[in-house]
């Protein structure tokens, strides 16, 4: 298929079979995922990745989304809850590392960030950051769709139990969006053989000359 075939392809899966994913297809999902566009580059969030099935279980209880237990694998975007000059330094050591330059070199970029971030509340700045980690969650559905693999990406969970049960907030991190990875079950989903629906172009785009 290509990409747009791709994309008519998918849907909000509401059921999974029990095929996994193999590792080599997760692989280049995660790894497009982490080339995604970031503000910067900063890349203010992080990406668990929930393959164990006890877990799952206990993450999907008291959810309408079943599908957090009955896929392959679960995808959990988690924002920083506060941006410091901490991540801001090891932002540019990496940099430094990674372009084979002097950490000095950086200096304009890194307080261009410091006086851009820093001023701004943690409020302000963790709505930022789960901004950015919804590009990524993008980025994940084309990727997983050009190779065929389903998804669900969910918002409705308690955020507060898979923050306990991910032991996010020892890092730092609160979860915003997740993203179920696995193969429909055409026969207990009947959304599968649905035509997708969407606007037709001209009433969902302005061209302004």
Known sequence: MN??????WRYATKKFSDRKICADDLNK??????LSASSAGLQPYRLIIVEHQELRNKLGEGSFNGQIAESSHLLVFA?????????????????ARERGIPVEALADFKAALVNGILSRTDE????WAARQAYIGLGTALIAAADLQ???????????????????????????????????????????AKFKK?????EDFVSVIF
Do not use: C, W
């Open 149 to 191: 693999i389903d998804t669900t990406p969910m918002e409705g969970f308690d955020a507060d139990k898979f923050d306990d049960l991910l032991n996010l907030k020892e890092k730092g991190l609160k979860s915003v969006v997740t993203l179920a990875l696995g193969y429909r079950d055409e026969e207990q989903d009947m959304y």
């Open 29 to 34: 999902i995660i790894e497009a995922i982490n």
């Open 79 to 95: 924002a920083f809850e506060k941006i410091t000059e901490e991540h801001i330094d090891t932002y540019m050591s990496h940099i």
């Open 3 to 8: 990409l747009i075939e791709s994309l008519n």
């Open 197 to 201: 629906v969407r606007l037709a172009k």
């Open 124 to 127: 302000v700045n963790f709505i």
